[in-house]
């Protein structure tokens, strides 16, 4: 091996290793906060690794969520699912795009979109996509299979 075949494995290496491990941490505190929506370290560390423009893009309506309307939704899920919990299950970055799928569960202790769940759980796949730009997430796209949830929750 040369030196500069050295040097450049070892530039690559940090590569992989420094800036790119960080944004997949500031990718991976989104799926915290969902996890903990009541936490205010959980909010904070949100807010670090998101911009202040950060948009929640969840449907073609143009009815995005700026990220203060979006964290006030992260706590109504707190007091009605105390348990919610959102697991990464597969995460794949293209430069400062990372897609996500996930899994979430939780119980709701209350109806939900109107459903009475009479104490029933679901269980549901999620699929985000976060556009990073100057170091931090700009942008999240996301689906989640909430019809299944309803489904679940109402015993069908």
Known sequence: MTIKTFFAS??????????????????TTFYELLSN?????????FESATS?????????TGNNKTREAFLGQMGGFAQLM???????????????????RSRATGTPVAPFF????????????????????????????HVEDWAGALQQLSGQ
Not at 37 to 45: D, R, T, W
Not at 115 to 125: K, L
């Open 114 to 141: 109107g459903v009475d769940g009479e104490g029933r759980s679901f269980d549901i796949m999620t699929i985000d996509i976060h556009e990073l730009e100057d170091g931090v997430i700009a942008r999240t796209y």
């Open 52 to 60: 202040e423009q950060w948009t929640s893009m969840g449907d073609y």
């Open 82 to 100: 105390p348990d919610l919990n959102w697991a990464i299950q597969d995460m794949y970055q293209d430069g400062n795009t990372f897609v996500v």
């Open 37 to 45: 929506p009541g936490s205010a370290e959980h909010v904070a560390a």
């Open 10 to 27: 070892a530039a690559l290496a940090t590569l992989a290793t420094g800036a790119f491990a960080d944004d997949k941490a500031k990718v």
